[in-house]
T-cell receptor
Framework: GAVVSQHPSRVICKSGTSVKIECRSL??????MFWYRQFPKKSLMLMAT?????????EQGVEKDKFLINHASLTLSTLTVTSAHPEDSSFYIC??????????????FGPGTRLTVL | LAKTTQPISMDSYEGQEVNITCSHN???????ITWYQQFPSQGPRFIIQ???TKVTNEVASLFIPADRKSSTLSLPRVSLSDTAVYYC??????????FGQGTELSVKP
């Protein structure tokens, strides 16, 4: 159990276009999902926390108007990179925190989406 | 949020036991310790989680001393496929996780 999927796995787009990335928890409900980006040979950087039915909370330095996050249901969160530019090229990874009563909910990560902006 | 410190890299040989230690001096009372494994171009994979003493599962063991200011991930008899980056994180329920630099483990034949 605890499978998280992402779609697409990789996308190439032209500069100025918008790209939507979907993150789904397949076999559990997730009240909270997280979005990360990762540059080559670097660690994961948390971009935002997405809560079902409410606005996302963005980390300092992350432009909320550029990285639009929607968490419409307990199993789906989307990240839209608006007006993408080459510097937005990166590996985007989502994670989902399982609904439950334990002290520490484990985060389960998706396989990631490789975005290349030409 | 508790900050973690790990060695940047480690080398090992197939069949050896590998121990990766993580320091988390300002861990909070409610924080759990979780270890993830990441292969290139893949999302991190959960390995093990613990609060105190020792936890063991089918792939690893986690040792946590009484003061909880550090933890050690133990991988028994590593193979080439264990070559990956290993991250130690501390966090609470539903809370965000801040990734440190991780430890790049290289297993050689």
């Amino acid at each position: 159990g605890a499978v998280v999927s992402q779609h697409p796995s990789r996308v190439i787009c032209k500069s100025g276009t918008s790209v939507k990335i979907e993150c789904r928890s397949l076999d559990f409900q997730a009240t909270t999902m997280f979005w990360y980006r990762q540059f080559p040979k670097k660690s994961l950087m948390l971009m935002a926390t997405s809560n079902e039915g409410s606005k996302a909370t963005y980390e300092q330095g992350v432009e909320k108007d550029k990285f639009l996050i929607n968490h419409a249901s307990l199993t789906l969160s989307t990240l839209t990179v608006t007006s993408a530019h080459p510097e937005d090229s990166s590996f985007y990874i989502c994670s989902a925190s399982r609904v439950g009563g334990r002290l520490a909910d484990t985060q389960y990560f998706g396989p990631g989406t490789r975005l290349t902006v030409l | 949020l508790a900050k973690t410190t790990q060695p940047i890299s480690m080398d090992s040989y197939e069949g050896q036991e590998v121990n990766i230690t993580c320091s988390h001096n300002n861990i909070a009372t409610n924080d759990y310790i979780t270890w993830y494994q990441q292969f290139p171009s893949q999302g991190p994979r959960f390995i093990i989680q613990g609060y105190k003493t020792k936890v063991t599962n089918e792939v690893a063991s986690l040792f946590i001393p009484a003061d909880r200011k550090s933890s050690t991930l133990s991988l028994p008899r590593v193979s080439l496929s264990d070559t990956a980056v290993y991250y130690c994180l501390v966090g609470t329920q539903g809370g965000k996780l801040i990734f440190g630099q991780g430890t790049e483990l290289s297993v050689k034949p």
